[in-house]
């Protein structure tokens, strides 16, 4: 096992990927309302960026509906959805033909950069695309997880533990990877999954 020491018990945020208020959208002090759906990447960005800094994360068990943390989640999440690339890409990860592509991002881009990352004593965000469909409306269902443990068996399989914001203090938290690269989640599909570059992050790298 490759891993560092984080603990989403311990390290990742208490409070779940869940605003039934909202959260603000403020851009350079200006309100513009309130987004409803997840920041699931602004958390998990968030929750690197505090690990590496050796910062706590504010004790907070319900998703602030206002003030300076939502203010940081939701910054990390616009800077997150790299416009208008990054959902580009998963647009195209999810298309129902493109299952080689799927295998090949997951084998050749997120193993190696995830197995990369912890070697630099680093966890890694992931984008996981969690659904194969031709509705472009579905693109918002993909997913970003940070992963901070990786097991590689002899026979090509491996097992990468993960911080997911939906599952809060969930140390159990697996991606399972066999050796053709079909991909298993401890809760629900993916499809395939990919390192996000910490610094434009959100959308998988690797090209279609």
Sequence with gaps: MTAVDFRPSRDGFRFGNAWPRGAPVRLAGVGFGRVYGGLCGGMAYEARRAWLAREPLPPDTVAPADGVLANRLFKAQLSSLRLPAGPLRYLWFQLPPNDRARRELTLRHGLPGLRR??????????????????????????????????????????????????????????????????????????????????????????RP
């Design 117 to 206: 990352s912890l070697a630099a004593g680093e966890p890694a965000l992931l984008g996981l695309i969690r659904v194969v469909t031709w509705d472009p409306r579905r693109v918002v269902e993909n997913h970003v997880v940070l992963g901070y443990g990786l097991d590689e068996r002899p026979d090509g399989s491996a097992e990468v533990a993960v911080y997911d914001p939906n599952h809060p203090g969930d140390d159990t938290v697996r991606l399972r990877v066999t050796p053709d690269g079909t991909v298993a989640y401890s809760h629900g599909s993916v499809a395939a999954f990919s390192v996000v570059d910490p610094r434009a992050a959100g959308s998988p790298s690797g």
